[in-house]
């Protein structure tokens, strides 16, 4: 990975923090984008402490703010490097409805619209530095998900129904990027990790707090749940891979609504009027 550029969200701590030390292990220049400037910081430190890798750089961004990310994403365009993989990681999971500042419901645009949103921003300099990755960490909650009207679906919903839509989203987003990028050397993946134990399950999560503290030492190290998003990053067997479904290291199948490509298109088209990438609908 010498001389490639990554860039990690959710990457101060769990899942992200360990894709992050493992690229930079390789050698790779890393970019940690976390909501936290004080532990994105704190983390930046320590990746360059263990690894001996002085390339470790952070950016600070809100996915709750559609702004914040935005502003990531000028940041680091201003930095004028490549980018060679995208690892759209940084996930949330809430009990409780609340919309965000920019009007939709929580767990959905931290997880699935601001990823879209930096994935969009960010997508030139992907093609501009192609071989390129990108790589969605969605979860196998992903089966229980299911989408109709999209902009429905952003606004309304809490707690693991909430969680499984925005899984969903992530999978149906991979696959319409693969097909909109044929061609581009952008290749784009998703991948479950498993069940990690992860700073997510710290969270208020409702009737589900007891089990998870029960689940918890049954659960994969935030290692053992990087090592899929690391090889998807990094391997050279996957350089013209796209389009598909990983559980861990292993390609595997998702559910049957992610792969309706009707579905797919509408999700792409409704995200980008969300995100105000394109503007609102007619009538």
Not at 11 to 19: E, P
Not at 144 to 161: E, L, R, V
Request: charged share 15%.
């Amino acid at each position: 990975m010498e001389g490639k550029v990554c860039l990690v969200t959710g990457a101060s701590s769990g899942i992200g923090k360990a894709t992050a030390t493992g690229l930079a292990e390789m050698g790779a220049t890393v970019y940690l984008l976390c909501r936290n400037e004080a532990r994105c910081e704190s983390t930046m430190t320590e990746i360059r402490n263990k690894t001996g890798n002085q390339n470790i750089h952070s950016l600070i961004a809100d996915f709750e703010s559609f702004k914040s990310v935005r502003d990531a994403a000028s940041e680091f365009l201003s930095a004028k490097v490549k980018l060679h993989v995208l690892v759209n990681n940084a996930g949330l999971f809430k009990a409780a409805h609340s919309l965000t500042e920019d009007g939709f419901e929580t767990t959905f645009q931290v997880n699935y619209l601001s990823h879209f949103l930096l994935t969009n921003l960010l997508l030139g300099i992907l093609v501009e530095s192609a071989p390129s990755r990108i790589i969605n960490v969605t979860s196998i909650g992903h089966f229980q998900g299911h989408i109709g009207d999209p902009y429905s679906c952003s606004k309304a919903g809490s707690g693991m129904g909430a969680y499984s839509n925005s899984k969903l989203a992530q999978v149906l987003f991979t696959y319409e990027l693969a097909r909109r990028m044929r061609g581009s050397g952008v290749t784009s993946n998703c991948v479950h990790p498993g069940t990690v134990a992860t700073n997510i399950w710290s969270r208020p999560l409702g009737g589900l707090g007891f089990i998870s503290n029960v689940a918890k030492p049954f659960m994969k190290s935030p290692n053992e749940g990087a090592r899929g998003v690391i090889y998807l990053s990094s391997s050279p067997d996957l350089q013209q891979v796209s389009g598909n479904y990983f559980d861990g290291i292993q390609q595997a199948s998702s559910s049957q609504e992610s792969y309706d490509e009707s579905l797919q298109a509408r999700l792409w088209e409704a995200s980008e009027i969300m995100c105000g990438l394109k503007s609102n609908r007619s009538g």
